[in-house]
């Protein structure tokens, strides 16, 4: 049964079917389903140059999604993740520069990767908290980093590992669209698996553990089990994401994935607004949108031709005064001010929602 | 010998910088990932103001010092104030956030060519022999001078002065210490600024001998875990801090390999986390803090 909008006036569920259907109302199944077509559509009206960037968008969600479940959720801070990318694009690249191995080797291999490297990241975590566990990441961070730039110096591919094509039936795929489908497939099965991860078990007990570590154990949560769970399936996904982008880039390179690379995830889930599946891909368009915005705006200046060499400075510069505004002003991000319009328009004519309990 | 004086003066730069984090960290339990930035910055501005007062060299130097301090301060006052009271991770981004913005600052005023703030000022940078044939540069010696003095000074401050040991109090127990009349908010500046001014004092010091590009927040980012394996509150720690993440990083690129000199002081970390997550010579919290 689906019922019309149910939000302003409260929604009874008479049946577990309903209580479980992940698309509840004929609202939501008429936005979904329009919204489907739009980004099946996109490939067909886009220009290259566009399609790239949804692309980019699709990969940086799938990013997003992993870091949002790990602290957004479980409530782990990482400033490692660029490594995991890493990790995930010079697996691929070294497999399939030495042993010639194709997609359906690198990716679950990756994903191997994703699982060993998830258990490494988070055993600190067992002891750590907060800002230690912090910094712990960012010191793996540069350890993964340092083991690629060694194997790229070593191996002699200095500039980079090439990485071609991922073959189908004998028909390499090296058209953007089909691309942007497959990428499509990819961040639309991550947030599935994620959405259903934080509505089963799992979900619950990282949130409790995010809450409060000692009630969750108390509540007979196995703490450090769920911990390690949540690291290794959050870095087997960014792993994935990670070999999806060497086959996208057909270039690997350890310059790419810089310790700025990891600010900028948690930059998107920071931005999307924590603790929201919706937030991480937000921010991750967000922040991968917003150089060619700043890049566009820049030539529309009188004198844009003179500024042509500064455009990356001005862009990190401003990145960094996003970010600071973001966490200054707006703390819930941008699905804050999403929930904020929406209730202005559910309450109108009223300004404020009513108290939770005042009801007498 | 070369490489004990190479391990001192690396454990110097280490040091000078380690303690600004510590200074931050243990009156405000906030951690500044920014330092390396702001170390920069105070490096640059002697670019700027070697061009303002050309001629006196002191003078500049003298100027970039002061405006280094206020710098501290602005930082806080505009922006780390905000975040007082917040959750800690949001005030690490902060500095994150900051330490992006001053990048792109940077770049664009001063370009990523590499710029010789010596030669701007006229200033030489002769090599000193010292007794048992090692060398040292004029200003790595300077360095580990002022670095001495520094942490003279810094111990005597935080032991018998008067904001010194406001300093002190509002780090072990700021609602306390807000109670007994100290002003939190002055105190938290100073730590910046203290912080920013030795800081920029190592950026400046490490320009003068070897140029200035704007990748020199990574050195600060490398002195880091010199702070976090003294004990990110011990000031004494991050003395013996720096010495051991220098020596483990002289030693290892000379015996094993220079590619390593990157990572030597993350692996150290790592340990340490692993081992004494508190550090040496820090105080054992309970480390849910943030």
């Known amino acids: 049964m689906f019922r019309p909008l149910p939000r302003a006036s409260g929604y009874f569920r008479t049946d577990y079917a309903d209580e479980i259907a992940l698309i509840q109302t004929r609202g939501e199944r008429v936005t979904l389903i329009v919204f489907a077509l739009a980004l099946v559509a996109l490939p067909f009206m886009a220009s290259p140059f566009l399609l790239d960037l949804a692309c980019q968008v699709l990969l940086a969600s799938i990013g997003a999604l992993s870091l949002m479940l790990l602290t957004g959720y479980a409530g782990q801070i990482s400033l490692g993740h660029a490594g995991l990318i890493a990790a995930g694009a010079f697996t691929t690249g070294i497999l399939s520069r030495e042993i010639n191995a194709p997609f359906w080797v690198t990716l679950p291999a990756s994903a191997l990767t994703g699982i060993v490297l998830g258990l490494i990241f988070g055993l600190p975590s067992l002891r750590l908290r907060g800002l230690y566990l912090a910094v712990s990441t960012l010191a793996l961070h540069f350890i993964v980093i340092y083991l690629g730039g060694e194997y790229e110096t070593k191996r002699g591919f200095s500039t980079g590992i090439t990485v071609e094509k991922p073959r189908i039936a004998g028909i390499a795929l090296n058209d953007g669209r089909i691309w942007y489908f497959i990428l499509l497939a990819f961040a639309v099965g991550s947030l599935l698996i994620c959405i259903n991860l934080l509505r089963s078990r799992s979900g619950r007990a990282w949130r409790a553990i995010h809450a409060k570590e000692t009630v969750a154990e108390a509540l007979g949560i196995g703490v450090a089990a769920y911990k390690l769970l949540a690291f290794v399936i959050s870095s087997a996904m960014t792993c994935v994401a990670g070999c999806l982008f060497a086959y996208y880039r057909g270039f690997v390179s350890i310059e790419a994935f810089d310790l700025f690379l990891s600010i900028q995830y948690v930059a998107m889930i920071i931005i999307g607004g924590m603790g929201s599946l919706l937030g991480a891909l937000l921010g991750a368009a967000f922040v991968t949108v917003f150089p060619y915005v700043i890049e566009n705006l820049l030539k529309l200046l009188p004198n844009a031709k003179s500024l042509a060499g500064d455009i990356f400075a001005v862009n990190y510069a401003s990145f960094g005064v996003v970010m600071i505004l973001f966490l200054i002003l707006e703390p819930l991000g941008l699905v804050g001010i999403w929930r904020r319009m929406q209730n202005y328009f559910l309450l109108w004519p009223f300004k404020k929602k009513p108290l939770a309990g005042a009801r007498k | ?290």
């Open chain 2, 1 to 290: 010998m070369q490489l004990f004086v190479n391990i001192v003066v690396l454990a110097s730069i280490y040091a000078l910088i380690a303690c600004g984090y510590v200074l931050i960290y243990r009156v405000s339990r906030v951690l500044n990932l920014a330092h390396g930035e702001l170390m920069m910055l105070g490096a640059y501005a002697v670019l700027a103001t070697a061009s303002l007062f050309s001629g006196h060299p002191a003078m500049a130097l003298a100027a970039a010092v002061v405006l280094s301090l206020v710098v501290g301060v602005l930082v806080y006052v505009f922006l780390m104030r905000k975040m007082t009271g917040e959750m800690a991770l949001a005030a690490i981004l902060t500095t994150v956030a900051l330490g992006i913005l001053i990048r792109g600052v940077v770049l664009l005023v001063w370009s990523a060519q590499q710029q010789y703030p010596a030669q701007a000022l006229a200033l030489p940078n002769p090599s000193l022999m010292l007794p048992g044939g090692a060398y040292i540069s004029l200003w790595s010696a300077a360095l580990v001078g002022t670095n001495l003095a520094v942490y003279g000074a810094l111990f005597g401050f935080l032991r018998f002065g008067r904001w010194g040991m406001r300093m002190r109090a509002a780090g072990q127990n700021p609602l306390l210490a807000a109670q007994r009349g100290i002003n939190l908010h002055r105190v938290y500046a100073l730590a910046w600024s203290l912080s920013t001014l030795t800081g920029a004092l190592a950026g400046i010091l490490m320009a003068l001998d070897s140029g200035l590009t704007a990748t020199m927040p990574v050195i600060g980012l490398k002195a880091f875990p010199a702070a976090l394996v003294g004990g990110l509150d011990s000031l004494v720690g991050a003395l013996f801090g720096a010495l051991i993440v220098a020596a483990a990083e002289v030693l290892l690129i000379y015996y094993v390999d220079p590619l390593l000199s990157d990572v030597v002081p993350f692996l150290v970390l790592i340990a340490m986390l692993v081992v004494r997550p508190w550090g040496l010579f820090g105080t054992r919290e309970e480390l849910d803090r943030v």
